[in-house]
Structure formats: structure tokens, C-alpha cells
């Protein structure tokens, strides 16, 4: 991509440059006094209020400050990713994904805003979340990030990303949140499960390398971890979507960071049940219970094997997917409505979640075997394939 921008520039000044010459052989040959002198005007009291909160310019110079650049060197390459700076000694918050090789020796170096580079280890994971919280070596006087509340965002209101999309560090995207909630699935790389995960959706421009980095609303708060993107059918000679990027809410990753930070690893909540996508009533609307725990948390509120789980709360649950999702929005331990059938034979039950410490992502099978909702998946990467593309 750089070498046909460079391209065009040289050839852009070389025409310029043939213009401008031409231009001084006319004018040597009569003085016009009507030509125009160029100059430069300073900038105007509007452009200046540009900089106070909530604005654009605003949220990027804040979020700037606090993101980080993250580089993973691996057999296979460099792993490029962002990252949200937690405190002046350099606690980092970050995805999974980004750092996931790390574990097999890897080195990873981060690059703060003051422009120095420093070692990195990681202090823990969350895998089911795709968070991971990464300390540097020898950091002091960073600028930790303001976190805002992704609870009282609103669709259409304005946000901006920080990150180092395709390696290009500082880099500043804009849009708006264009949904909430919208449970996200991955494929993995053997293509035999879906990773599931609760986002807020965003048209700004996400790209490989954005991923850990921060989407902020335009007091330069952070409101989300960006993560994913929706590549539509391009990945398959189809066709490509755009302005679908993904971003963990920052309510979530807040817990999910504090645990890291405390323990060095997070606990998520268990519904103990099993399923897959493929429901065995092709017409029924909602999560279709293939098995229940013994003990477990469903089954103590009296769910029970054949069940269609049509809500969480208030949230509408159209298949197995949507399900976990839902359930990962809550803590370990809390207590949740859980609506069973529909129509007049729908009943509600209050089920108090369990808990897990979350060592492996949680994928459902799309069709064929089951899997439970306590995270054990075998794909290595959460946003490796169809039908959301991972950003690395």
C-alpha cells in the first residue's frame, strides 16, 4: 500500500513542478498585477473550540495519551495489536487474541505514547471474554485511561478509535454506535464450533491492528475494547461488508480486568446447560436445552433437558448463540430471570448463575455434538473465521 502512495506523490510534485515552471516562463514575459498572492490565515475561533470535550479532535488527543502499541513475535510473524494503558507503571489491558502467542515464549514489546518501547509478560487471561491484561518492564509516568460506562451509551451517538490499524501507530477512526448487545460468533480455525461474545456494534473504521485498542465517546472516556469485524462473505470471493466493527463494552472488561489484575486469572458465570446452533425444532424461536448439569445452576432452578430458553431478563434469545451470550454479560453468582417457552406456555425462573475460572473460550458446536456454556471450545483463536473476521 505505501509504494503506490509514494508513487503517486513523486508524480504529483513532478507535474506540479512542470506547471510551475511553465507559469514563471508566461509571467517573465509581462507582469500581471492581478495575480493572487497566496498566504496563510491562523486558525479561526470555531476550529479552536474544536479541542474542548465533546468533540472529535478532543476525544482523539485524550485516548491518544493512553493507548499503546502492542508487537507479539512469533515463528509464524509479528502479531500487531493496541493497547488501553491501565496505570503510570504499566498495567495494560488488551485482547486475548492479540497476545495469545505470548504463552509458547514469544517476546512482546509495547510502544506508549512518550514514544518509548519497553518488554511486556502477561499477567493473566480471559479467554471467554478476549481480554488479557500484559505489564511492561521498567514503565513510570504513563497516562492511565478514564474509563466511562457503557451502560448509558446510546445508538447514534458518536465514538472514536485509537489504535495501530496495519501497523500504522496513532491512528484515528470515527463513527457511531450503530447497535448494542449484538452477540457476536466466531468460527474457529477447524471450522467445528462458534465463539460467542457480547458486543457493542460500531460503523467507525476497525482494521487489523486496531484490536485491544480503545473506542471512546467524545469526552475521552472508554467505552469499549475493540475486537472484531465483520467481513461479510469477502474472505470467500463474496462480498465484503463494511462499517461492522465490534468492541467489548468496558463494564465487562472492567471486571474481567480487575480479576486479572488482582489474581492473575477471571472467573465467568455458568448456566450448566448444553447445546448447539442446530436446534432439534427447526421452528422453534430460542435456545433449546440438549442437556443440563447435574447440580448446576439451570437445573437447581428446574430447567430441564428439551426446554427452549427464550429470554435473559428482558433480552429476547433467538438460539444457543444469543443464549451464551447473555449469560456472559452477567457476574458468577448472580441472579438471573431466565424465561422458558413462549406464548402461554412460557414460565419464568430465577436462576443464580455459577461460576468457572475462565481458562478456555466458550464455543457451541454449529450442528451435531453439544457443548456447554462452561467454555470448552477447542478453537485457538477467537476471531479466526467465519462469519466475523479476526483483528489481529
Known amino acids: 500500500m505505501t509504494k503506490p502512495i509514494i508513487a503517486t506523490a513523486l508524480l504529483a510534485g513532478l507535474i506540479g513542478g512542470a506547471v510551475g515552471v511553465g507559469g514563471s516562463a508566461l509571467l517573465d514575459r509581462g507582469t500581471n498585477p492581478s495575480v493572487p498572492v497566496l498566504s496563510s490565515q491562523p486558525a479561526s475561533a470555531a476550529n479552536a473550540a474544536d479541542v474542548k470535550p465533546g468533540s472529535v479532535t478532543y476525544a482523539a488527543q485524550v485516548a491518544s495519551k493512553s493507548t499503546a502499541d502492542i508487537k507479539v513475535n512469533t515463528s509464524q510473524g509479528t502479531a500487531v495489536g493496541s493497547g488501553i494503558i491501565l496505570s503510570p507503571d504499566g498495567y495494560v489491558l488488551t485482547n486475548n487474541h492479540v497476545v495469545a502467542a505470548a504463552g509458547q515464549g514469544s517476546a512482546i514489546t509495547v510502544t506508549t505514547g512518550d514514544g518509548k518501547t519497553h518488554t511486556a509478560e502477561v499477567t493473566g487471561t480471559s479467554p471467554s471474554y478476549d481480554l488479557a491484561v500484559i505489564k511492561l518492564a521498567n514503565a513510570s509516568g504513563l497516562t492511565p485511561a478514564t474509563l466511562g460506562d457503557s451502560s448509558g451509551l446510546q445508538v447514534g451517538e458518536q465514538v472514536v478509535a485509537v489504535g495501530s490499524p496495519e501497523n500504522l ?24 464450533g462458534l465463539t460467542v461474545y457480547n458486543g457493542l456494534q460500531t460503523d467507525t473504521p476497525i482494521n487489523p491492528g486496531n484490536s485491544g485498542g480503545p473506542l471512546v465517546n467524545l ?41 486479572l489484575l488482582q489474581d492473575g486469572q477471571a472467573m465467568k458465570p455458568v448456566l450448566g446447560v448444553q447445546g448447539s446452533l442446530a436446534s432439534a425444532n427447526g421452528s422453534a424461536t430460542g435456545a433449546q436445552v440438549g442437556g443440563v448439569q447435574a447440580g448446576g445452576a439451570a437445573a437447581s432452578a428446574g430447567i430441564k433437558n428439551g426446554d427452549v430458553i427464550t429470554k435473559v431478563g428482558d433480552t429476547p434469545i433467538s438460539d444457543y448463540a444469543d443464549l451464551m451470550a447473555q449469560i456472559l454479560t452477567h457476574a458468577p453468582g448472580e441472579t438471573v430471570p431466565v424465561t422458558v417457552g413462549s406464548g402461554n406456555d412460557a414460565r419464568t425462573v430465577q436462576v443464580k448463575l455459577g461460576s468457572a475460572v475462565d481458562k478456555q473460550q466458550t464455543t457451541i458446536p454449529e450442528s451435531g455434538g453439544q457443548s456447554d456454556d462452561g467454555g470448552s471450545g477447542q478453537g485457538r483463536t477467537p476471531f479466526g473465521g467465519s462469519p466475523f473476521g479476526l483483528v489481529p
Open 169 to 192: 501507530s496513532n491512528t484515528v477512526t470515527s463513527g457511531i454506535v450503530s447497535a448494542l448487545s449484538r452477540t457476536v460468533t466466531a468460527g474457529d480455525e477447524s471450522g467445528s
Open 219 to 259: 469526552q475521552g472516556q472508554v467505552v469499549g475494547v475493540n475486537s472484531a469485524v465483520d467481513t461479510g462473505q469477502g474472505g470467500s470471493g463474496g462480498v465484503q461488508a463494511y462499517g461492522l466493527g465490534f468492541a467489548i463494552p468496558v463494564n465487562a472488561a472492567k471486571r474481567i480486568a480487575n480479576e
